[in-house]
């Protein structure tokens, strides 16, 4: 390839990653954790493809480098590299709420980047991974695969983590995240099989950037979807996934729209203060998603201390038990995390195509009956 070219290709990565970096610090990512790890992998992609264009600029001779730069620039962007995909790891595992360990983390971190370390440090007198002739040609050594060999380790136990997550049936709602997780470690992995074979590609330099990118418009799009309170789906999300199960109703399936609504919550919220109304308000979102996520269903804040579910049964399964379990779950939790006001809902639901033809009706039905039965319950 020509170097104008690849060099082009590196620049190009090295402008993104840093837009990415600085718009990644102010917004898009919701949790400090999660910010620092992306953030410092990004940082790491950063130095990855300045290194990488160094080390094109110095093998064409479009740069006189002397043979011990090159080796130092080639170090340089593999320890990069590696620690780009260790960060990667640990990003992905704050995501899916699955932490390894920090023991079993550090063993992972140690060992792969000493032997990448010790190889780095002596290839130029054993040859290893590489070495130079004395016309200062580039020549791979017999281990010149094990450079790759700790980052392909952490993306590789972060694919296959996600791709178990993805499969889980218990995370459907978090089906999209774990699928972009998958996705960006897939196609690093495959980029740096390819890197191996075809060393004037700059696959493995591009690969992370794309992949960073489309990991950090996921973001965007889930806290576009998300209520900044609960952390739950906001009101739009309910109606379009409402709007697109109607659409494609499942065979032997029915769909429900649930409605819950906290009893006297502006009096116990005036009573009590704000912040204690919003810790009422995230304990029942806690317990709404406990309830429903084993069930695939989808639940969110409509607004105000007015909750949502959105919710496929089987024909043999009873909607008034799954209602039943969402007052208990509800019940148990805001008493075991001793909130200062006892918190009791009212709930009402609609079958769509029998109690409505269409999704406004079917909100409104559900509505409705969840007004009656608040009324029943201030009785």
């Known amino acids: 390839m020509n170097f104008l070219l690849y060099s082009e290709i590196n620049v190009l990565c090295i402008t993104l990653l840093c837009i990415m970096a600085y718009r990644a610090s102010k917004f898009g990512i919701d949790s400090n954790q999660k910010k620092k790890a992306f953030l410092t992998s990004i940082h790491f992609a950063i130095l990855l493809n300045i290194f990488d264009l160094l080390w094109d600029l110095g093998l064409t001779g479009a740069i006189k480098m002397s043979s011990w730069v090159k080796y130092g620039i080639n170090a340089a962007y593999f320890v990069c590299l590696s620690l780009s995909a260790f960060f990667w790891l640990v990003f992905s595992e704050i995501v899916q709420n699955k932490k ?94 390819v890197q191996f074979f075809f060393q004037d590609l700059p696959v493995l330099s591009t690969a992370p950037t794309i992949s960073l990118l489309l990991v950090y418009t996921n973001s965007l799009k889930i806290q576009l979807s998300r209520d900044s309170l609960t952390g739950i789906y906001n009101r739009r999300k309910l109606v379009d996934t409402l709007y697109e199960k109607a659409g494609s109703p499942k065979k032997n399936k029915k769909l429900y729209f649930i409605f819950i609504d906290i009893d006297n919550f502006k009096m116990l919220n005036d009573k009590f203060g704000h912040d204690e109304g919003d810790v009422a308000l995230q304990l029942v979102a806690d317990a709404l998603y406990d309830a429903c996520s084993h069930r695939n269903g989808t639940c969110g804040r409509y607004g105000g201390d007015e909750f949502a579910v959105v919710q496929e049964l089987d024909e043999n399964e009873s909607i008034a038990n799954l209602c039943d379990e969402i007052k208990h779950e509800i019940t148990e939790l805001t008493n075991s995390e001793k909130s200062k006001f006892p918190v009791n809902v009212s709930v009402g639901y609609g079958e769509y195509l029998k109690d409505a033809q269409s999704v406004p009706a079917l909100i409104r039905f559900a509505d409705k009956r969840m007004y009656e039965n608040k009324k029943r319950n201030a009785e």
């Not at 002596?122 to 791979?140: A, H, M, P, Q």
């Not at 774990?178 to 196609?187: G, I």
């Open 100 to 193: 390894i360990g920090k023991k079993v983390l550090f063993l992972i971190f140690v060992l792969p980047m000493a032997l990448l370390l010790v190889l780095l440090l002596t290839t130029s007198k054993t040859g290893w991974l590489y070495r130079f002739d004395e016309n200062g040609k580039y020549i791979r050594g017999t281990l010149f695969y094990l450079q790759f060999a700790p980052a392909l380790i952490y993306i590789l136990i972060a694919s296959v983590k996600s791709l178990i997550g993805m499969l889980e049936p218990n995370n459907y709602e978090r089906h999209e995240t774990f699928s972009t997780m998958f996705s960006y470690s897939f196609a690093t992995f495959i980029c740096a099989l």
